[in-house]
């Protein structure tokens, strides 16, 4: 099964970014239920492999985590293939660090990526037409510096990815609250 971690967004964090992604006509929106912030991705991994990370998961202590929202990015390079808003928060990376090392106590080997966290707005298509790359632009200037407010987000999930080519469908396997620990 392909598999990761993400860490759930708070309701006034999702229903901003579903305003915010009212707004652009390009690409393929991500529904609101798929907006979530990636700790780990742990690609193809076995059934034991999921239970293993989600009893390590649920052992581990994790505070809640205040996260920020601001600034949209594209990824991809020269032909970016999703549309990115960047997410800042004291607490994202030492929470990244402990989801990625429980992931490997249970055997499960992850990929080598620079930890960038964000919530992906939309996809992309590789060749966007002429008309669609101005009008990303105009999307971009208008809304590129966009800030919201800070939140606190309470949970993480365990999903199980179904990838169609009308998008992705994620099943949440196990969830995981934050809060059994003082907030720092």
Do not use: C, W, Y
């Amino acid at each position: 099964m392909r598999a990761f971690i993400a860490l759930d967004l708070p309701d006034v964090l999702a229903d901003a970014l579903t305003r915010l992604q009212a707004g652009l006509t390009v690409g393929r929106v991500l529904p609101e239920e798929n907006l979530h912030l990636t700790l780990a991705f742990l690609g193809e991994i076995s059934e034991p492999q999921a239970r293993d990370v989600a009893e390590l998961l649920a052992s581990l202590r994790l505070a809640p985590v205040r996260i920020e929202l601001g600034g949209l990015d594209l990824f991809g390079g020269r032909r970016p293939g999703a549309l990115v808003i960047a997410a800042r928060g004291e607490g994202l990376a030492p929470l990244h660090d402990k989801v990625a090392h429980a992931v490997r106590d249970a055997g499960v080997t992850l990929g080598r990526r620079r930890f960038r966290p964000h919530v992906t707005l939309a996809r992309l298509p590789r060749d966007m037409p002429a008309r669609d790359r101005a009008r990303l632009g105009e999307f971009l200037a208008l809304n590129g510096a966009v800030k919201l407010p800070p939140a606190l987000a309470e949970s993480l999930t365990l999903f199980r990815s179904h990838l169609r080519a009308e998008g992705a469908i994620h099943e949440p396997l196990a969830e995981f609250p934050l809060g059994n620990q003082e907030t720092p």
